[in-house]
C-alpha cells in the first residue's frame, strides 16, 4: 500500500522538473533564440546539470515544442471561454476571432513563440515533422471555432475554413505592426481595425458573400 504514494510523490517530482526546466528554457529561448539557445544553457538557467535535461527531454526542439504548446494550450483556452459566453453563432465568430488577436495582443512573447521569432527573425523554421504537425493541430483547434461558428451560420465548410486562414492572416499582419510600433505611423488602431474586419467578415457570410 506505500508504494502508491511513493509512486505518487515520484511523479509529482518529475512533473516539477519538467515545469521548471520548461520555465527556464522560455527565458532562454527568449534571449537566444531556437538556433541560439543550447542544452546546456537551457540546464544553467533551470539549476541541473545537461545530462539531466535527458531524463526528461531529448533535445532542445523538444524543449521548443513543449513550450510552445503549452502556450497554444492557453491560446485555446481563451478562445474556448469567449466563445461559451457567446450562444449565438454571430456572436461566437466575433468572440473567437477577437480573443484569439486578443491573446497575442496581450502577449506579445507567445506571438514571438508561435512564429519562431526569438532573434531568428522571419525564416522557415521547424522542430521535424511529428512535432510540426502536433503543433500546427493545437493550432488549427485553437482557430476551429471560428470556421465552426461560420458554418453555423450557414457557409459551407470549405468557405468556413479560408474565413479561418483570412482571420488568423489579419490577425498576425495587425499583431505584427502593433506589436513593431509601424501602426502608430498610420495613426490607427490595431484592436479597432481587428473588431472592423471580423464584423464586415460577420455582415458578408450574413448576406451570403462569404468570403
Known amino acids: 500500500m506505500a508504494v502508491e504514494p511513493r509512486l505518487g510523490r515520484r511523479q509529482a517530482v518529475k512533473a516539477l522538473k519538467r515545469e521548471l526546466i520548461l520555465d527556464a528554457a522560455r527565458r532562454v529561448f527568449e534571449a537566444d533564440g531556437i538556433d541560439g539557445a543550447s542544452l546546456r544553457a537551457i540546464a544553467a538557467e533551470a539549476g541541473y546539470t545537461p545530462a539531466a535535461l535527458y531524463f526528461h527531454f531529448e533535445s532542445k526542439e523538444a524543449i521548443y515544442a513543449e513550450v510552445l504548446k503549452a502556450s497554444l494550450a492557453r491560446l485555446a483556452e481563451a478562445v474556448d471561454q469567449a466563445v461559451a459566453a457567446s450562444p449565438a453563432p454571430a456572436a461566437r465568430l466575433r468572440a473567437a476571432a477577437l480573443a484569439f488577436f486578443g491573446f497575442y495582443a496581450a502577449n506579445p512573447r507567445d506571438l514571438d513563440l508561435g512564429f519562431y521569432l526569438f532573434r531568428g527573425g522571419m525564416k522557415p523554421i521547424g522542430l ?84
Open 128 to 211: 521535424g515533422r511529428e512535432r510540426d504537425e502536433m503543433l500546427n493541430t493545437a493550432l488549427a483547434a485553437a482557430l476551429r471555432p471560428i470556421a465552426d461558428a461560420a458554418q453555423a451560420l450557414g457557409v459551407t465548410a470549405d468557405a468556413a475554413n479560408l474565413l479561418m486562414v483570412d482571420t488568423f492572416a489579419h490577425a498576425a499582419g495587425l499583431l505584427l505592426l502593433a506589436h513593431t510600433g509601424r501602426i502608430r505611423m498610420f495613426g490607427a488602431s490595431a484592436p479597432q481595425l481587428m473588431a472592423r474586419y471580423v464584423d464586415a467578415a460577420i455582415a458578408a457570410v450574413g448576406d451570403g458573400r462569404g468570403l
